[in-house]
T-cell receptor, first 112, second 113 residues
Framework: SQQGEEDPQALSIQEGENATMNCSYK?????LQWYRQNSGRGLVHLIL?????REKHSGRLRVTLDTSKKSSSLLITASRAADTASYFC????????????FGKGMKLTVNP | DAGVIQSPRHEVTEMGQEVTLRCKPI?????LFWYRQTMMRGLELLIY????????DSGMPEDRFSAKMPNASFSTLKIQPSEPRDSAVYFC???????????FGSGTRLTVV
């Protein structure tokens, strides 16, 4: 496992706007995962994209993966106040263990 | 399934006391992880088990911390003796290798005074 590095570290937008969060990593991966954490709660798994996939959708979420650039992005469309949370990306490395090491995350604030 | 269940939700204890945190993973998951989260250090992996066997405990801060998984449906994290710097939210998570991500519990907020 390796930490992803989320960028930006904080983002503030208005309700209805789209939010894009980026993630970079360093080594070859099996998959990349995005998690959300609402204040005071546990992390919630949002989406997993495998190394042979380039794009994946789940509801208002769209994740892309560019293994040549070692980067991923998470797009939340038509954001809502309830999307206010911290978002983490984390990777499962090739040949590595299944443990996930989380970085600092990215704080998204959606203003009503 | 009720998800990953942690108890207690909140624990306040005095320095020097023993603290035991409990976790029930999702049935069928074969890996279990203990994390600690603080503002200063973020989310730290303490230890993880696979098929009830500890695989990596390199994140356990010191000998005061110990974890057990006597069977597939139960794990404990014990701190003895506790210190104020152990104050944090402790999360348990479980997963199935080859599955889709971890499932986290709601956490135990520990305050050591």
């Amino acid at each position: 496992s390796q930490q992803g590095e989320e960028d930006p570290q904080a983002l503030s937008i208005q309700e209805g706007e789209n939010a894009t969060m980026n993630c970079s990593y360093k080594t070859s991966i099996n998959n990349l995962q995005w998690y959300r954490q609402n204040s005071g709660r546990g992390l919630v798994h949002l989406i997993l994209i495998r190394s042979n996939e380039r794009e994946k959708h789940s509801g208002r979420l769209r994740v892309t993966l560019d293994t040549s650039k070692k980067s991923s992005s998470l797009l939340i469309t038509a954001s809502r106040a309830a999307d206010t949370a911290s978002y983490f990306c984390v990777t499962e490395t090739q040949g590595g263990s299944e443990k996930l090491v989380f970085g600092k995350g990215m704080k998204l604030t959606v203003n009503p | 399934d009720a998800g990953v269940i942690q108890s207690p939700r909140h624990e306040v204890t005095e320095m020097g006391q023993e603290v035991t945190l409990r976790c029930k993973p999702i049935s069928g998951h074969n890996s279990l992880f203990w994390y600690r989260q603080t503002m200063m250090r973020g989310l730290e992996l303490l230890i993880y088990f696979n098929n009830n066997v500890p695989i990596d405990d390199s994140g356990m801060p010191e000998d005061r911390f110990s974890a057990k998984m006597p069977n597939a449906s139960f794990s404990t994290l014990k701190i003895q003796p506790s210190e104020p710097r152990d104050s944090a939210v402790y999360f348990c998570a479980s997963s199935f290798r080859g599955g889709v991500g971890y499932t986290f519990g709601s956490g135990t907020r520990l305050t050591v005074v």
